[in-house]
């Protein structure tokens, strides 16, 4: 069975978006985290872009082994230069070079001709393959570019030595049968080279990513990029959380496997609205709070008698706390503390004694406390949002401590 390789993109693409900005400590936490999570690839910036974001694609790249690290440079010295220079420490670097091939992209944004585009590619593909061990070239807006003008660009990235050729759907406008029609294209012109890697990248405007992504899995794409809580430009890239359960999920039709450790998701989706303070909706497939929610009592029956009635993944394959616990005005500390643990946080003494003070204040007001409400207590615990000052836990609360 074949591998499709996770080239998780949350530190770059996702990080290039509105409110998901990130500084070095926080890359360098979360990129621990998806190594942990089993990503092939962490791309952790784009060098070129300031001396902070090269200074944090090196501390990166100076922390992983395991996975390989992955740097962003248009098709230009001062950019390729930068991701090499960022990439120096890394054990197992990846340089990403990419140069639009529109027309429109071509013609209104970097006002070059096919041909020049052409040069810019051979040029900057095989330098970069004289200074790092793996290329990848991206063909910016792909999906969008004269078909024969895209194979020619792919033709001669290859050529120059790039091994993965990522194939963009840069503003989320293709559908799953057109994206798919693409990678058998781009695979039937190459012919058989082995060592060549197409990869899927795909954003989310017209909520097509995970789909499009898929459909390129089944046209022979052999890496997918994505991003946790599909953060990324615009609407979005596709989310990790979801290709990921799809293609375990419904592993007999796909016929593929990853190296995603699914039990990871949840705490990796949780950590990153922690850095980022921005949470999932609650109806977000997989990691989203009523994914595993069941209010209706037809479902609530449905699942008593057998979870497989209503529920199409355990929520422990992929790290939900599978048990419920029920919050109020009798609850103790203990329990609280296991609960934030449960929803993947470790807080500290003061914080625990915050998040404590504001969900008795709540529960007070005779309201059970839920997760969201705990994780929104645990953001501004950390974020020093909360009153220091708490009452204390009394012994007739802490001994009514209950997990339900
Ligand atoms: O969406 C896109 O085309 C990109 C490329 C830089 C890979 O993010
Ligand atoms: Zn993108």
């Given at each position: 069975?074949?591998?499709?390789?996770?080239?998780?993109?949350?530190?770059?693409?996702?990080?290039?978006?509105?409110?998901?900005?990130?500084?070095?400590?926080?890359?360098?936490?979360?990129?621990?985290?998806?190594?942990?999570?089993?990503?092939?690839?962490?791309?952790?910036?784009?060098?070129?872009?300031?001396?902070?974001?090269?200074?944090?694609?090196?501390?990166?790249?100076?922390?992983?082994?395991?996975?390989?690290?992955?740097?962003?440079?248009?098709?230009?010295?001062?950019?390729?230069?930068?991701?090499?220079?960022?990439?120096?420490?890394?054990?197992?670097?990846?340089?990403?070079?990419?140069?639009?091939?529109?027309?429109?992209?071509?013609?209104?944004?970097?006002?070059?001709?096919?041909?020049?585009?052409?040069?810019?590619?051979?040029?900057?593909?095989?330098?970069?393959?004289?200074?790092?061990?793996?290329?990848?070239?991206?063909?910016?807006?792909?999906?969008?570019?004269?078909?024969?003008?895209?194979?020619?660009?792919?033709?001669?990235?290859?050529?120059?030595?790039?091994?993965?050729?990522?194939?963009?759907?840069?503003?989320?406008?293709?559908?799953?049968?057109?994206?798919?029609?693409?990678?058998?294209?781009?695979?039937?012109?190459?012919?058989?080279?082995?060592?060549?890697?197409?990869?899927?990248?795909?954003?989310?405007?017209?909520?097509?990513?995970?789909?499009?992504?898929?459909?390129?899995?089944?046209?022979?794409?052999?890496?997918?990029?994505?991003?946790?809580?599909?953060?990324?430009?615009?609407?979005?890239?596709?989310?990790?959380e979801e290709?990921?359960v799809a293609?375990a999920v419904r592993?007999?039709?796909?016929?593929?496997?990853?190296?995603?450790?699914l039990?990871?998701i949840y705490?990796?989706?949780?950590?990153?609205?922690?850095?980022?303070?921005?949470?999932?909706p609650p109806n977000k497939a997989v990691v989203g709070a009523n994914a595993f929610a069941h209010e209706a009592g037809i479902h609530q029956d449905g699942i008593l008698k057998n979870p497989l009635t209503y529920e199409i993944i355990r929520p422990e394959a992929v790290g939900v706390p599978a048990r419920r616990?029920?919050?109020?005005?009798?609850?103790?500390?203990?329990?609280?503390?296991?609960?934030?643990?449960?929803?993947?946080?470790?807080?500290?003494?003061?914080?625990?004694?915050?998040?404590?003070?504001?969900?008795?204040?709540?529960?007070?007001?005779?309201?059970?406390?839920?997760d969201?409400?705990?994780?929104?207590?645990?953001?501004?615990?950390?974020?020093?949002?909360?009153?220091?000052?708490?009452?204390?836990?009394?012994?007739?609360?802490?001994?009514?401590?209950?997990?339900q």
């Amino acid at each position: 069975m074949d591998t499709v390789q996770f080239f998780d993109t949350t530190l770059r693409d996702g990080e290039q978006s509105p409110g998901f900005s990130m500084n070095q400590g926080e890359k360098v936490r979360l990129a621990r985290k998806l190594d942990e999570l089993g990503v092939d690839v962490i791309e952790a910036g784009f060098p070129v872009a300031s001396a902070g974001e090269l200074e944090s694609v090196r501390a990166v790249a100076a922390q992983i082994q395991r996975a390989r690290v992955a740097a962003l440079a248009r098709a230009r010295r001062e950019d390729v230069e930068a991701a090499l220079a960022a990439l120096e420490p890394a054990a197992r670097p990846r340089l990403h070079i990419f140069l639009a091939t529109s027309d429109l992209h071509l013609q209104a944004k970097l006002r070059i001709s096919r041909q020049e585009a052409l040069d810019a590619v051979s040029r900057w593909v095989r330098y970069g393959c004289e200074h790092c061990a793996e290329v990848e070239f991206s063909a910016e807006d792909a999906s969008r570019s004269d078909i024969r003008f895209l194979l020619d660009v792919m033709e001669t990235a290859a050529e120059a030595g790039a091994t993965i050729l990522n194939i963009p759907d840069t503003v989320g406008y293709s559908t799953p049968e057109e994206y798919g029609a693409i990678f058998h294209r781009v695979r039937s012109h190459l012919g058989r080279r082995d060592e060549i890697i197409l990869s899927a990248h795909c954003h989310n405007d017209l909520g097509l990513a995970v789909a499009n992504s898929l459909a390129a899995v089944r046209a022979g794409a052999r890496q997918v990029e994505c991003t946790i809580n599909g953060i990324g430009e615009r609407a979005g890239n596709a989310s990790l959380e979801e290709l990921a359960v799809a293609l375990a999920v419904r592993q007999s039709f796909f016929d593929v496997r990853t190296n995603i450790h699914l039990e990871e998701i949840y705490s990796a989706s949780r950590m990153l609205s922690e850095i980022t303070g921005v949470s999932v909706p609650p109806n977000k497939a997989v990691v989203g709070a009523n994914a595993f929610a069941h209010e209706a009592g037809i479902h609530q029956d449905g699942i008593l008698k057998n979870p497989l009635t209503y529920e199409i993944i355990r929520p422990e394959a992929v790290g939900v706390p599978a048990r419920r616990l029920v919050l109020g005005k009798h609850s103790g500390r203990n329990a609280l503390r296991t609960r934030i643990e449960e929803l993947g946080y470790r807080l500290s003494d003061a914080e625990l004694a915050q998040c404590y003070g504001a969900a008795m204040g709540l529960a007070d007001a005779a309201k059970d406390v839920t997760d969201r409400d705990l994780l929104t207590f645990v953001h501004q615990a950390r974020r020093g949002r909360l009153a220091p000052n708490v009452p204390g836990e009394s012994d007739a609360m802490a001994a009514a401590s209950k997990i339900q």
